[in-house]
Structure formats: C-alpha cells, structure tokens
C-alpha cells in the first residue's frame, strides 16, 4: 500500500533513534509525525510538542464509497520523510509505523464484519505496523473488545490497546458567576437560571429537550433561559433521529420563543464566554462517544446535565460535578434504539416524542433543588472545573504523547498493568 508521505521511514525510526548525524538524542529524540487536521484530532493528539507534528488534510475516500468509511490516506504534499503515523478512527494505508486513535468501533466497516474487506484492516491492526490502538474511553476500549471478542487475532489486538483520554487546554480564569451578577450579594439567589446547549446534531444531542426545557419553565413561571447554538442538524444525517423532516417543526418553532436564545453558529470565543455566563450546560444527548462539549464545559465551569451513556458517566458524577439522566441501554451502554430500522415510522417519532417529553421533566425535577440551594450550585461548579483539569489538560497530555511516541518506535507496544485512563498507560 503507498505510503501518504511518498517516502520509506526515516532511518533509525525502528528503535527511535535519528539518523546519524540528525542531532537527535538517544534518551529524547525529535521525531517527524504525520498526522490529521482539526477535529476530532485536536482533541486526542498534542496541542504542543517537541517533535515536528506535521497535520494535513486526508484524502476523502469515503466520499467514494460508505465501504471505504474505514481507511483513509492523508495527502502526500508537500513530500517529507516521517518517522510515525498518527490517525485517528480510519486505518491509514501507509508503510510508516502508525498508531491510530478511536472513539467506538473499530474498523469502521459496520455490517461488514467477517467479509474479506474487514479481515484486511483486522489484519492491519493486528501487525507490527500498527503500534498502539488507543480509546478515548474506558467505553470506547468495551466496544473494541466486543467486537472483536470471537476473532483469533483478539489478544493480538488486546495487547497493544490503552486508554487515553481527549484533552483541551485549560483556560487562566475564575467562575465568572461565583458572586453572581453585579448588584446582588454573593450567594444571593440571581434572577434567571441560564442553560446552554451547543450541537449540531439538534435531535440527537438533546436540542429538543433543550427547547421543551424552556417551554416546560416558560409555563410554569419558573425563571429559565435556555440558549441554543446549533445548525440544526436533524433526520437522516443522524443514527437516533426520526427521519421525517416535518417532525422537528413543533421544536424548531420553540427557538422563537421569550426564553430561548437561538444561534446557528457563533465563533468559539462566544461559546466559551456564553459556558462561562451559564449556570448549567445540557447535553440531554441520545448517543454520544464521549462528548468533547462536556469538557469545554467544564473547563468553563459549567456543570453538565447529561444522559448516562457513552463514555459520560467516566468522568460526571451524579450530584457532584454534573447530573446525569437515566436512558434505556443495551450492554455496551448505548441506546437501545440506535439506528433502529423504523425511524421513519409514526411509532419511533411517539416514542422519541415522549422520551423528549420525560427527559425535559426529569431535567427541571433535578435543576431546580439546585438552584434553590446556591452554595450546593456552587461546589458542582467547581468540582466540575477540578474534574476537568486533572483528566483532560492539555499541557499533561502534551506530554503524554511526547513520550508515547518515543515508546511506540522504540518496540511493537507492551503495555504494562500500570497507570491509568488520564495519566499514562492502560492496560485493556
């Protein structure tokens, strides 16, 4: 298979050594790596390294075919000689050493499973090439597992699977909303509870409970704003959504209401100001892998109300630093009517009509006590921060993969019994 950079490994990157006369040290060397632009790299790569990372576009050869969702080729230009790979959900097709990060499944070859096609990127996982498999969740290192659970090359692929969370930089601020608004005494009661959700995917990350949230508050003369930033992506584009576009019309027509604030988009410094100035972010989500929102959040010092699926309960704890609703799941904590085949049926749209409608009451009957106890409102505020910052900061992540890279080269991975999910090695 062509390698994407053009060019055969750098000599020496076998062991991690650089080339002679390369003035790498032996004990810290500076290695050349190739990796992916932008999201959801970003999140699971280092913001800041001393090797020279070298992020490029890749090659959309999905675009050709939904069976190629699994591999991906990143683009060749400029030619530079690379010691490591480092991909992100799709196999890459290269000669370089690679290690490949995942939020699920993996290979992404869904109903493919056993075909020739599927043993090719088993194959590629399973061989010395490939240096680490590494899931962003203790949830996303399940679901491998069980995929691959009744597949020969299963302890081959076990023995080089760790656990590393995503990261974000940690903004130098101060809980914007520790003495409440100007005029008020500090732990006075303000005047509006202030809720926010963000996603793009409306429906499937909990827009609709978001809005019925407001409607619910709105007549009951309870004091809720609800800001909505999202392009309202709903149906077809989504695995959880009813695919009937006139479905959505009843909650599209709530963003025009008194205490919702609708924006289709906004620049990233206004959604971490609109995190900074809100009591509670919502991510009433049907089916997330982990939820990068949810740590921007909290880094924001906004605690999050969320479902208890996906990697989410990892890192929310009821009560504490953010509140977690109950969903029906299946084994491997995902909703149970995940890309379910009637979605375009009159029963599925009941049945998420009324889930919309108990998550948006369960939500209000777990957002209120807090916001008549201010001082309990406060510590999840901070706890949520301190979560935040000792599982997801950027700066320890950043030297996270300085070393893992170095190991990686060095031998085909061992990983040892030791460490854990945010510091360092996981044993699968």
């Known amino acids: 298979m062509a390698d994407p950079s053009g060019h055969a490994p750098a000599a020496g990157a076998a062991n991690g050594m650089g080339a002679p006369g390369s003035g790498r040290d ?84 869904f109903g493919m499973e056993g075909s ?12 010395p090439q490939c240096r680490a498999i590494v899931a962003i969740s203790e949830r996303a290192r399940r679901v491998f597992l069980d995929q691959h659970r009744d597949d020969p090359r299963l302890e081959a692929l076990r023995a080089k699977l760790i656990v590393r969370y995503p990261n974000m930089p940690v903004p ?25 959700f963000v996603g793009s995917h409306f429906a499937r990350k909990g827009g609709c409970v978001a809005v019925r949230i407001a409607e619910m508050a709105r007549e009951r003369g309870l004091p809720i704003e609800v800001t909505v930033i999202s392009k309202l992506e709903v149906g077809a584009c989504s695995w959880t959504d009813p695919t009937n576009q006139d479905f959505y019309k009843p909650y599209f027509e709530l963003l025009k209401a008194p205490n919702v604030v609708f924006h289709q988009g906004l620049p990233n410094a206004a959604v971490l100001q609109a995190l ?17 929102s949810a740590i921007e959040a909290m880094m924001n010092f906004a605690p999050v109300l969320g479902t208890r699926q996906g990697a989410l309960p990892e890192f929310i704890t009821d009560g504490e630093n953010g509140l977690l609703l109950d969903l029906p799941l299946d084994h491997l ?3 149970v009517h995940s890309s379910s085949r009637e979605r375009g049926t009159a029963a599925f749209e009941r049945m998420f ?49 300085d070393d893992f890279y170095v190991e ?14 945010a510091s360092g090695w996981q044993a699968a």
């Open 26 to 109: 032996a004990a810290s060397p500076v290695l050349s790596v190739l990796a992916p632009v932008g999201y959801p790299w970003q999140f699971n790569g280092p913001r800041r390294s001393r090797h020279r990372i070298d992020n490029r576009l890749f090659v959309p050869v999905n675009k050709l075919s939904t069976r190629y969702e699994g591999v991906t080729m990143l683009n060749p230009w400029p030619p530079r000689r690379f010691d490591l790979l480092h991909g992100f959900n799709r196999i890459p097709l290269t000669r370089l050493p690679f290690i490949l990060g995942f939020e699920s499944h993996l290979p992404r070859a």
């Open 116 to 127: 020739g096609y599927w043993n090719r990127l088993v194959d590629r996982l399973a061989s």
């Open 172 to 196: 130098a601020i101060e809980d914007r909303l520790a003495g409440e608004q100007p005029g008020e005494r500090p732990g006075e009661q303000p005047e509006t509870m202030r809720l926010l």
């Open 276 to 292: 900074q100035r809100s009591h509670f972010s919502l991510l009433p989500t049907f089916s997330d892998t982990f939820g990068f």
């Open 333 to 335: 904590d995902e909703w």
């Open 353 to 401: 009509r009324d889930e919309v409608t108990r998550l948006a009451e369960a939500s209000l009957a777990r957002l209120l006590p807090l916001w008549e106890d201010q001082p309990r409102l406060h510590a999840m505020r901070r706890a949520a921060r301190e979560t935040s910052t000792r599982l997801f900061d950027a700066d320890a992540a950043s030297r996270f993969w």
């Open 408 to 421: 990686a080269l060095r031998r085909p991975l061992q990983v040892s019994s030791a460490g854990s999910a």
